[in-house]
């Protein structure tokens, strides 16, 4: 299983960038996937998640202005994340299970200037 996630970079605050997933050695489409973010210093949390049917999920922090989608054509999924603050400052993690196994994408670094 390979997760590589990319779209990360250097963004003002107010502005928008949208990080891809792609996935490769799974039958993506079956599978949840989730994007996590871990802060300098601080834990890895999770931001936001999807079902293999759609269903989607959001830490309270991000509600409203980021948004989680899948295609599961491309294999690929997605975070747009709109209005950004200085606090969404992180790595991003792309994730996914397979047979009880997490698998982890590289990481994007996305930093949110004030």
């Known amino acids: 299983v390979q997760l590589q996630a990319f779209g990360g970079g250097l963004v003002q605050a107010g502005g928008s960038l949208r990080l891809s997933c792609a996935a490769s050695g799974i039958n993506f489409r079956v599978h949840a996937m989730s994007w996590y973010r871990q802060a300098p210093g601080k834990q890895r949390v999770l931001v936001a998640s999807?079902?293999?049917?759609?269903?989607?999920n959001y830490t309270d922090s991000v509600k409203g202005r980021f948004t989680i989608s899948r295609d599961n054509v491309k294999r690929t999924v997605y975070l747009q994340m709109n209005n950004l603050k200085p606090d969404d400052t992180a790595i991003y993690y792309c994730k996914t299970v397979r047979a009880a196994w997490d698998y982890w994408g590289q990481g994007t670094l996305v930093t949110v200037s004030s």
């Open positions: 999807i079902s293999s049917g759609g269903a989607t």
